[in-house]
């Protein structure tokens, strides 16, 4: 399985972007799947989960803001992020959990004015 993030960039605060991953293989649908991120300096950190049920879970930095998705018949999961701010400035990866942990080679978003 390989997994091909894209769709960061630059945007003003406040702004809004949506992150891509489009994963290999014929079993997407039962993979837990999961948007990581990682700031300059910082320790990489969850942002988001999604499960096969379509189940979500989400770090507190991203809930009301950031949304989860998946689409099992383009192997893709997404991730809506709205009302950015300068401290949601990192590089974001997609990653599978279900078995082998598998990353993507990870997007950058900055957030600046």
């Known amino acids: 399985v390989q997994l091909q993030a894209s769709g960061g960039g630059l945007v003003q605060p406040g702004g809004s972007l949506r992150l891509s991953c489009v994963a290999s293989?014929?079993?997407?649908?039962?993979?837990?799947m999961g948007w990581y991120r990682q700031a300059p300096g910082k320790q990489r950190e969850l942002v988001a989960l999604?499960?096969?049920?379509?189940?979500?879970t989400y770090a507190e930095s991203a809930k009301g803001r950031f949304t989860i998705s998946r689409d099992n018949a383009k192997n893709t999961v997404y991730l809506q992020m709205n009302s950015l701010k300068p401290e949601d400035t990192a590089v974001y990866y997609c990653?599978?959990?279900?078995?082998?942990?598998?990353w993507g080679q990870g997007t950058l978003v900055t957030v600046s004015s």
């Open positions: 990653r599978k959990l279900s078995g082998t942990s598998i």
């Open positions: 999604i499960a096969s049920t379509g189940t979500t």
């Open positions: 293989g014929s079993i997407f649908s039962t993979y837990v």
